[in-house]
């Protein structure tokens, strides 16, 4: 039973700003919103997390609206080192303690 | 301080022999999870160890495959008579106390099954 839904995949060129919307409309209220982020033979590892409006670290920003039924991670001024997949997790709403991950979604920055 | 490790990196076996993954989580986490990763592919749950609780094993994909977290710690996952399409990556995770904690990877066990 999918959790989140994202695009398979986007492009992008080096330098823009990246968006990367998730939608998540079975968020329960404890649910946080996580973003992960996961290179080639590597494991996934974590970038940003919000609850609601707007989280801003030194990597991305997170934007949720009011009704937390999507949010958005934006990642500015992208390199060729941000090609990865990305991943949106929130809690599962089933009970437990765990999260699901999705498909994610995969960035390719071009020169 | 030293994260998730992970043993072995890769391991090539053949069908129907039973292999063993270990994870050594983070000093002090008390949520362990197991994911697999099949080529191209997202991560799919397998199971999720939280402190003394029963262990969730909703994502074990069949009775061939279990796992044990001994001292809520190092936690192996067996595969016994192993088949051709469990060959993947197997990648664990700790956290602090699970849910919404960041989850912290491990490299990841490469599994060939011939």
């Known amino acids: 039973l999918a959790k989140t839904t994202q695009p398979i995949s986007m492009d992008s060129y080096e330098g823009q700003e990246v968006n990367i919307t998730c939608s998540h409309n079975n968020i329960a209220t404890n649910d946080y919103i996580t973003w992960y982020q996961q290179f080639p033979s590597q494991g996934p590892r974590f970038i940003i997390q919000g609850y609601k409006t707007k989280v801003t670290n030194e990597v991305a920003s997170l934007f949720i609206p009011a009704d937390r039924k999507s949010s958005t991670l934006s990642l500015p001024r992208v390199s060729l080192s941000d090609t990865a997949v990305y991943y949106c997790?929130?809690?599962?709403?089933?009970?437990?303690?765990?999260?699901?991950f999705g498909a994610g979604t995969r960035l390719f920055v071009k020169a | 301080g030293a994260g998730v490790s992970q043993s072995p990196s890769n391991k090539v076996t053949e069908k129907g022999k039973d292999v063993e993954l270990r994870c050594d989580p983070i000093s002090g986490h008390t949520a362990l999870y197991w994911y697999r990763q099949s080529l191209g592919q997202g991560l799919e749950f397998l199971i999720y160890?939280?402190?003394?609780?029963?262990?969730?094993k909703s994502g074990l994909p069949s009775d061939r495959f279990s796992a044990e977290r001994t001292g809520g710690s190092v936690s192996t996952l067996t595969i016994q008579r192993t088949q051709q399409e469990d060959s993947a990556v197997y990648l664990c995770?700790?956290?602090?106390?699970?849910?919404?904690?960041?989850?912290?990877f491990g490299p990841g066990t490469r599994l060939t099954v011939l």
């Open positions: 997790l929130v809690g599962d709403e089933d009970g437990g303690f765990k999260t699901i």
């Open positions: 995770a700790s956290s602090y106390q699970g849910y919404s904690d960041t989850q912290y």
């Open positions: 160890f939280q402190g003394n609780s029963a262990p969730d």
